[in-house]
């Protein structure tokens, strides 16, 4: 006899606890610094401040995004965000480029790092995991080349004032940081959940050998994964050159953690079981509202990577269950009653 279905209403609840549980926490988690720093944590300065302290890395997650939705991984974005920073700054103050043309390069240069480790990993076959820990020591080696292990440091007159604005600029009384995340997150939200191409990229995640029998080129998407994913990394790159306004060889792996913590976080909310940009977006916020509030209460500095591993380790057993829980529910949907064969007496 088959186990009693959940009660509709249960059903209804758990779905709506495990698409947006994640975000009401937020709101939760905002209230209660908001209640125990009344003083400093709810006011329009400390907001702008997390929103332009933690851009770089959502922007860094939702490229991160897109892989994963595929269910591969890219280790070097940590990597390939310290060669652009690096690269920006080198083509700006050393070579004295426009800063629009060496934007326009850097950005160009993730895509292509980026369709190359789509290649390593699809036509190379080797995983995810190592091929992209390989490209981005490569990278790693090519930023210590270009700078020598030392700062890059603007002359006298520093940058161009239109290169810092990009980062340093407000719009509506925010930071305009912000609102590249909000536009990266819309355009990844189109991508994956209203064109073909984020259809595609769900099905070779979900199933490989699936998406090759019902001809889906899964190689081709891959590799595009991952070049869209280098081209974010690009974008981040430029925009934490334009904050930082010095070369450091070795920033990159600063962010890696955080990134992969919202991206995989991220797969539990909205669309539990598969890496979303909306869903980043949430796990991004939860996130910097967390590390605000621990910091304002005078935590230690080695807070921050306890607070990002364990949240990590948690992200990852989320997703897991998730994507469990998403399965078995597939597989216990109701089935269709057996039609009575024609002639049959009823």
């Known amino acids: 006899m088959p186990p009693p279905s959940p009660h509709p209403l249960s059903r209804r609840f758990g779905h709506l606890l495990g698409a947006y549980g994640l975000l009401g926490f937020t709101v939760l988690l905002f ?53 652009a920073h690096v690269m920006t700054m080198q083509l700006i103050v050393g070579r004295g480029w426009p800063w629009p043309l060496a934007c ?99 099905v070779i995640g979900s199933n490989r050998r699936a998406a090759d029998l019902v001809g889906i080129p899964s190689r081709r998407y891959v590799i595009l994964a991952f ?42 909310a909205i669309r539990p079981g598969r890496a979303n940009a909306l869903g980043t977006l949430v796990a991004v916020t939860v996130l910097a509202v967390g590390l605000a509030g621990i910091g304002q209460l005078g935590a230690q500095f080695w807070v921050t990577p306890l607070f990002d591993g364990s949240t990590l380790l948690i992200a990852v057993g989320l997703a897991g269950y998730a994507a469990r829980r998403q399965l078995r529910q597939r597989r216990a949907g109701p089935s269709r009653p057996p039609r009575d064969r024609p002639g049959t007496a009823t």
């Open 227 to 268: 070049t869209g994913s280098g081209l974010v990394v690009g974008i981040a790159g430029v925009l934490l050159a334009a904050q930082q306004q010095i070369g450091n060889p070795s920033v990159g792996m600063d962010y890696l953690l955080p990134a992969f913590v919202g991206a995989l976080l991220g797969s539990t």
């Open 31 to 83: 209230l209660v610094f908001s209640l125990v720093l009344p003083d400093t944590f709810p006011t329009l300065d400390n907001i702008s401040a997390v929103l332009s302290n933690q851009s770089v890395p959502a922007i860094l997650a939702l490229g991160a995004t897109l892989p994963i939705a595929t269910g591969k991984f890219d280790l070097s974005i940590g990597y390939g965000l310290g060669l």
């Open 104 to 202: 326009l390069v850097v950005v160009a240069g993730g895509a292509a790092v980026g369709a190359v480790n789509g290649v390593v990993v699809e036509y190379a076959r080797i995983d995810s995991f190592i091929a992209t820990l390989g490209t981005g020591s490569v990278m790693y080696a090519f930023t210590g080349w270009i700078t020598g292990g030392a700062r890059i440091v603007p002359g006298p007159h520093g940058l161009p004032a239109a290169f810092t604005a990009l980062y340093d600029s407000r719009f509506l009384g925010l930071p305009v940081s912000a609102f590249y995340v909000l536009a990266l997150t819309a355009v990844l939200w189109l991508l994956l959940e209203r064109l073909p191409l984020g259809r595609y990229l769900y």
